[in-house]
């Protein structure tokens, strides 16, 4: 590149905003714009930084705090293309946090015609307010989305996050093997507790069960709040017999104190349905299957 060109060439870079760099084929600084003395200085760099013709490329980013080992690492094949001609330009977005704040960049190399081949232009766009938006924005979404999945009063699952994840479940046993259980629950006399203590009551009872299932059940399961007093829980299990060891874990009558009144006892009515992924069948049947079982084991109980 002649003198002349060379000038007008670095004009054009000073009027740019954004960090410059021209590098060539060694991989070292040939000529860097307005912008990169400013972020220099603004680093706290060391002097043979602030023009670091002749430096490596990827030393002077470091000093000046637009790069480190790992964006060296992460950029220097796609800058040797450029210049090498394998490609015309790269770009890639990474992360570059001072212990002050997070800062976000996205590197652009364009190819860049010379005497002796080529060179690239480096340019640091920094990207930062639009990171962190989209940042935002994605845990918002992901908040939004959690709350729809979620009952209100008791944390769990609702029904749309068991059907979503149910298929999840349902895809997972088909490759892994193994059987799919259902335990649908639903509150033995839940209204008499609201009439005789109140709501407030009611709701410390579904919470208080939401607790114990969720005690009782891995963390693998999906348990879920259904319905007003109904509960599902769907687990994977390596064999059917496991189902004995989750019946053998479920306490039928549990014992609650209300701030005001005589202690009371809580129960509930259950069904269970197993299903092996080889078999035909879906999830919906099988929570059908766990419902009608749980209607019978409630009318037992009406009949002792």
């Known amino acids: 590149m002649a003198d002349t060109q060379r000038n007008q060439f670095n004009t054009i870079l000073n009027a740019i905003p954004d960090v410059m760099v021209l590098v060539d084929a060694q991989l070292n600084v040939l000529s860097v714009n307005a912008a990169w003395g400013h972020l220099a200085r603004g680093h706290g760099a060391p002097e043979e930084f602030i023009k670091p013709v002749g430096k490596p490329y990827f030393e002077a980013c470091t000093a000046v705090g637009v790069g480190g080992e790992k964006f060296a ?17 790269y770009e890639m977005e990474y992360p570059c946090h001072t212990p002050a704040e997070p800062r976000y960049y996205l590197v652009r190399v364009s190819a ?7 060179v690239a232009l480096c340019a640091h766009v920094d990207i930062t307010r639009r990171k962190l938006a989209e940042m935002e924005l994605h845990r918002e979404t992901r908040k939004l989305r959690e709350q729809s999945l ?5 944390g769990l699952r609702n029904r749309r996050a068991l059907e979503l ?3 999840q479940y349902w895809a997972n046993a088909q490759r892994r093997g193994g059987v799919l259980a259902v335990v649908f629950f639903d509150l033995d006399g839940f209204k008499p507790i609201n009439d005789t203590y109140g709501h407030q009551e009611g709701d410390r009872v579904l919470v208080y069960m939401a607790e114990y299932l969720t005690s009782t059940f891995r963390e693998s399961d999906v348990v879920a709040r259904v319905g007003g007093d109904e509960f599902v829980v769907l687990a994977w299990m390596a064999v059917a ?7 053998e874990r ?7 104190m209300p701030p005001k009144g005589e202690e009371y006892t809580v129960s509930f009515s259950v069904g269970y349905a197993v299903h092996d992924p080889k078999q035909e069948g879906d999830l919906i049947s099988l929570i059908s299957r766990a ?3 749980m209607y019978e084991d409630k009318k ?5």
């Open 150 to 154: 979620t009952d209100p009063l008791t």
């Open 300 to 304: 037992s109980h009406k009949h002792k």
């Open 291 to 293: 419902d009608t079982e």
């Open 250 to 256: 479920l306490k039928a009558t549990h014992k609650l």
């Open 112 to 118: 860049i015609p010379a005497e002796n081949g080529r």
């Open 165 to 167: 994840l149910g298929k």
């Open 241 to 247: 017999e496991d189902l004995d060891k989750i019946k």
């Open 73 to 89: 690492a992460d950029v220097e094949a796609g800058l040797a293309e450029v210049i090498g001609g394998v490609r015309e330009s």
